[in-house]
């Protein structure tokens, strides 16, 4: 059984702004909102006589599937789980997972445990925690954009193992599983009233990325990919690319994937070539875009019409990088243009 020698107490997100919230007063009610995860073999409550009730409140972002839950009653599932892997985070109560002769019991605010498809047995003590599922093919897409087949072929045989334990350590180290943790609460603080998180923002894919990184390390470090020549080729195919995109949100694993590089190769690259890195450079185009569209906009333009247009979600956030770069407001040059004779 995994185990830490010491837990620390670590909040959960509770995501209150979920779209998704289900209050189930009955077991059979329970489990076939749960069939198409679990799908259950058998299933019972721990105290015999007992009346279940479990709160849950759901988000999805692309890939990934968010859940907070809350059970006021203790039950046992037996289930065979195919096509999910599943990290769950336990705030309070007992959380045992049984699988291939293995158990692991995540202590309260300890860690995350990963469970990859398999058959084995699920029991939930009275508390609650975050489920948090997504597919093999999501993270292993994921490794092949960060770094290539190598990585690809690496995380596939992480994820043929039933059961593993991360621990958040010490509060004073940085740890991958307390990163994750704070991504997690990014999205709860980010949930809108209507439940939805700003798709532009691609944290689906932040989160996917810290995955493969919590379950290959060792890609932090490596450089697996293809060789100069192909990368050179891979590095001039992705400018044409993210030229015919600035208007549109792009990730770094879009970028990773289109040019063939890992990420600390595309770093490299781009630095080599423009002095910066990719993300900076694309955002160094679209204020080359906005100022172009600044100085021969129409009279009924206005600066947050030309943001949106140049890939800018705040208006804010453009006129502080324009001025920046320009010395200037993009509403000056708006309006001077507008204010001449032959506009």
């Known amino acids: 059984m995994d185990r830490v020698s010491k837990a620390f107490t670590v909040a959960l997100p509770e995501l209150r702004n979920a779209a998704i919230q289900h209050d189930f007063r009955r077991l059979e009610d329970y489990t076939c909102w749960t069939q198409p995860l679990f799908q259950q073999v058998d299933h019972d409550?721990?105290?015999?006589?007992?009346?279940?009730?479990?709160?849950?409140?759901?988000?999805?972002?692309?890939?990934?599937?968010?859940?907070?839950?809350?059970?006021?009653?203790?039950?046992?599932?037996?289930?065979?789980?195919?096509?999910?892997?599943?990290?769950?985070?336990?705030?309070?109560?007992?959380?045992?997972?049984?699988?291939?002769?293995?158990?692991?019991?995540?202590?309260?605010?300890?860690?995350?445990?990963?469970?990859?498809?398999?058959?084995?047995?699920?029991?939930?003590?009275?508390?609650?925690?975050?489920?948090?599922?997504?597919?093999?093919?999501?993270l292993v897409q994921t490794a092949q954009a960060m770094q290539g087949p190598l990585a690809a072929k690496r995380l596939r045989q992480r994820l043929q193992e039933p059961l593993t334990f991360f621990a958040y350590g010490s509060p004073r180290e940085p740890s991958l599983p307390r990163s994750l943790l704070q991504?997690?609460?990014?999205?709860?603080?980010?949930?809108?009233?209507?439940?939805?998180?700003?798709?532009?923002?691609?944290?689906?894919?932040?989160?996917?990325?810290?995955?493969?990184?919590?379950?290959?390390?060792?890609?932090?470090?490596?450089?697996?990919?293809?060789?100069?020549?192909?990368?050179?080729?891979?590095?001039?195919?992705l400018l044409e690319w993210l030229n015919s995109r600035l208007t549109e949100p792009v990730s770094l694993s879009e970028m990773e994937a289109r040019s063939g590089y890992s990420r600390r190769a595309l770093q490299r690259a781009?630095?080599?070539?423009?002095?910066?890195?990719?993300?900076?450079?694309?955002?160094?185009?679209?204020?080359?875009?906005?100022?172009?569209?600044?100085?021969?906009?129409?009279?009924?333009?206005?600066v947050a019409a030309i943001a949106r247009r140049c890939g800018y979600l705040s208006p804010a956030n453009f006129s502080r990088d324009f001025s920046r770069v320009y010395g200037r407001r993009p509403s000056e040059i708006l309006v001077a243009n507008q204010q001449r004779p032959d506009s």
């Open 183 to 237: 991504s997690l609460h990014l999205v709860d603080s980010l949930l809108s009233p209507q439940g939805t998180v700003p798709a532009p923002l691609r944290l689906d894919d932040l989160i996917c990325r810290q995955l493969v990184l919590m379950l290959c390390p060792e890609l932090t470090a490596d450089e697996l990919g293809a060789g100069p020549a192909s990368l050179s080729a891979g590095f001039d195919l």
């Open 45 to 138: 409550l721990l105290e015999t006589g007992a009346r279940f009730h479990s709160f849950h409140r759901s988000v999805s972002l692309g890939a990934i599937n968010l859940t907070r839950s809350h059970y006021s009653s203790g039950l046992r599932l037996s289930s065979t789980m195919e096509g999910h892997v599943l990290f769950t985070f336990n705030s309070s109560g007992t959380v045992i997972f049984q699988a291939d002769k293995q158990e692991s019991a995540p202590p309260p605010g300890g860690g995350v445990l990963m469970v990859t498809p398999t058959q084995g047995h699920y029991i939930r003590g009275k508390g609650g925690g975050i489920l948090l599922t997504t597919t093999p093919a999501a």
């Open 270 to 302: 781009s630095q080599q070539r423009f002095g910066c890195g990719p993300l900076q450079w694309l955002r160094r185009r679209r204020l080359e875009l906005a100022l172009e569209q600044l100085s021969r906009a129409d009279v009924g333009d206005s």
